[in-house]
């Protein structure tokens, strides 16, 4: 990691957890978000750099059909949402990428539109994958509305009342995204390009961003409407129901396999983390400040877990995992924990590390880390990765040493019989329609012998055979002359061999593989909650929930 | 297809397409994954130095002719032994793309921390350490082409900077080519599939 050689807090190091432990699926699928999440760290940012948000346009028509600007003005650089709204038809509404056309559609601009760039943006956005965006453009973006709810809504507003407090909470987004391109996709400007820049150089920041303003749109979008209905007598949402709403977000297998392409960035977020929690351990003593800010973290994910819920079986237990967890926590706060140990933080996380199942374990890690901010939020600086550096491979590197990585890092793969039907029971492919990442049946699909090459678990096997006869000083760089097919294992390798959270220490070609789990994991790094999987491979989730919104910052809002 | 980027004045790609397109295109063409992701990273480091990627690509994913070897294959069996004991051989090469030889050569500069000389027919190309490429002596790259490669030890302006942005542009007819290659290596998704992602029921929540 770039940022170990001035870790301000060394002694830390003796209170990390192991990558054996925190690197497996079933852990990595109880991930819940932390302070060092990105869109934490965005609203962290913004409001600390007093940003200005702004609508410069809005040409929005009665029926909802126009376009609008959102400006965020940071310190030095503007950002401006550009979104166009749709009529769409029930009947052609779909999350899925299959889809056409959607409620609305979104670009993030780097700078202030001027018309002709708002022009070119409403002949390419609303068309999404069909149309070319440009390097002046950092995302591309589009929602559906959570049709049931925003009707409610709208109806409730243009009747100058409020509406049900309960619905709002149960579903939680008037409008869900189903897709949010950055990074060079479809034209937009490359990672490279914007990863310089202080505000952007987190993970993520531009598509949080992007998200984060179209928050603001979908509650503008139905107070409009509320008022083109009702006149006069239409109603605005009230702040506290308004603040409880989030944006939704449909997630599928797409996002799944960036981390596995990513390693030196997943070890970044993972090792982030893991050192966050470490410090924490460290510390000798408890502050009233962090003592009150941790309870009021946990009771904040009690109340969120109360009201989060899913219809999937597993996600349920998960659920009820939680709840049970947060409750056992609390009771032993306030009556178990001994405050004046030595390490009292280090103490309760081993209590919790023998007494919780892995939900409780990792929401008892996001509370410990939330009230100790100035201790870990500059670690969100070390979240990015320069993969480049980490790419070539070091051909000079001997056999015996290589071997030595291996068993060091990969026993988790080493010892399975990948001839097995259940542990290579999947596989990984690019779908010919959509260009998508898919999951296969090996056994009963065609098409294995195009899989992409997730079966990090397999590849280490074969690399670790192929080593078995080879001098202990032979060069990899030899080796790879004679058996080039165990060149991506060799690279994963080395580079695990540096950065020990880059892998996921789990068979993702297993039958029980979860990619569910995957997801999780990511999403909770982004910050996502109310992760609810609708099967083992999508997911609906809620972003930036109780967050605040855009006038809230030009006037100064809570701590984000 | 998802998504094509053409236009009516040719193409023009961003880094992260041109290493999507270049790693399913190299594997689609029967090249190991292995060889994929070093294609990609070539492309894209030929891109940002302003050279012709989709060229130099499509030359090394034809098979080469009697008497060359695939510059992908060759480049990376130099990189790879860049780093080993003992001088830089000085030996010629014949590769069906001394273009795409550049991005490995510029990585046994970046590995030996010495300035490296690729010598095709009259062209000339410097390599320092992390620096864009210096074209010494401008002429063909195409290939196929007998490859010299030999550390520089003579006095040379300083290496240009890198472009501003890279050069992603491609003509239809090579981008067709790719994307054909491409697709070579996708799957038609299953009906299984469909149904997990999402496929059943009715998102009108």
Known sequence: ?560 | MKHDPRTDAGLDLTLSEISALTTRATRGAGRSWGEAEEAAEAACWLARAGLDWAGALLEVLQPPEAGADCALRTGIALADAAALPGPLVNTPLRVNSPCFLLPFAARMADQTGQRIRLTAAETRVVLAPGACPLIASPGRMSGPAQVTLAPDQQDQPPSPDWPQTHRGTVIAAKYARLTQLMMAFTVPTSAHSHAGAGAQGDDND
């Open chain 1, 1 to 560: 990691m770039s940022c170990e050689g001035l870790n301000p807090m060394p002694q830390a190091r003796n209170f990390r957890r192991s990558p054996d432990e925190v690197m497996r699926l079933v852990r990595m699928g109880c991930s819940h978000p932390t302070r060092l999440s990105f869109l934490r760290q965005l609203l962290r940012r913004m409001q600390a750099e007093d940003w200005r948000f702004d609508r410069p346009v809005w040409e929005v028509d009665a029926r909802g059909v126009g376009r609008a600007v959102y400006r965020a003005i940071g310190p030095v650089r503007t950002y401006s949402l550009v979104a166009f709204s749709h009529d769409l038809p029930p009947e052609v509404r779909s999350d899925r990428v299959i889809a056409t056309a959607w409620d609305a559609t979104f670009a993030l601009f780097d700078g202030t539109p001027t018309p002709a760039d708002l022009d070119r943006l409403a002949a390419n956005v609303p068309l999404q994958e069909a149309g070319r965006i440009s390097p002046r453009e950092l995302s591309l973006s589009r929602a559906n509305r959570s049709v049931r709810l925003f009707d409610h809504v709208l109806a409730r507003l243009a009747k100058g009342a409020q509406p049900d407090a309960a619905m709002l909470r149960e579903t939680g987004y008037l409008m869900r995204t189903t897709a949010v391109y950055g990074s060079g996709k479809f034209g937009a400007a490359d990672r490279a390009a914007i990863a310089q820049r202080p505000e952007l150089s987190a993970p993520f920041q531009a598509e949080m961003l992007s998200v984060w303003l179209t928050r603001a749109f979908t509650v503008d979008l139905v107070e409009h409407l509320a008022r083109a209905k009702g006149g006069e007598k239409a109603a605005r949402l009230s702040p506290e129901l308004k603040s409880g709403l989030g944006v939704g977000n449909s997630t599928g297998l797409g996002m799944a396999p960036f981390l596995i392409h990513h390693p030196v960035l997943l070890n970044n977020w993972m090792l982030a983390r893991e050192e966050a929690l470490a410090r924490v351990r460290a510390q000798a003593s408890i502050g009233a400040d962090e003592l009150a800010g941790f309870q009021a973290a946990l009771n904040a994910a009690r109340e969120n877990a109360d009201l989060w819920t899913s219809a999937h079986d597993i996600q349920r237990a998960k659920l009820a995992d939680l709840r049970d967890s947060l409750a056992r926590i609390a009771a032993h706060v306030a009556q178990g924990w001994d405050q004046s140990a030595a390490h009292p933080w280090d103490d309760l996380w081993r209590w919790g590390c023998e007494a919780l199942p892995l939900e409780g374990q990792e929401v008892l890690l996001a509370a410990m880390l939330e009230p100790h901010g100035a201790l870990i939020d500059g670690l969100g600086e070390c979240m990015d990765a320069d993969e480049g550096t980490a790419f070539p491979i070091n051909g000079a590197m001997p056999v015996g040493e290589l071997r030595a990585i291996l068993r060091a890092h990969y026993d988790w793969a080493l010892g399975i019989d990948y001839t097995e039907r259940a542990q290579c029971a999947r596989f990984w492919y690019v779908s010919e329609d959509k260009l998508e990442p898919r999951l296969g049946e090996r056994h009963e699909e065609p098409g294995a012998e195009r899989e992409l090459p997730l079966d990090t678990g397999r590849q280490a096997a074969a690399l670790w055979q192929a080593l078995q006869d080879q001098p202990e000083d032979q060069p990899v760089a030899h080796l790879l002359m004679a058996a080039p097919e165990n060149r991506l294992a060799v690279r994963r390798a080395q580079i695990t061999a540096r950065h020990p959270f880059a892998e996921i220490r789990d068979n993702l070609i297993a039958a029980e593989m979860l990619p569910i789990d995957i997801l999780r994991c990511k999403l909770a790094f982004f910050g996502a909650t109310r992760f609810d999987p609708r099967s083992d491979r999508w997911v609906r989730i809620s972003l930036f929930q109780d967050a605040p919104y855009p006038e809230d910052l030009n006037g100064g809002g809570d701590e984000a």
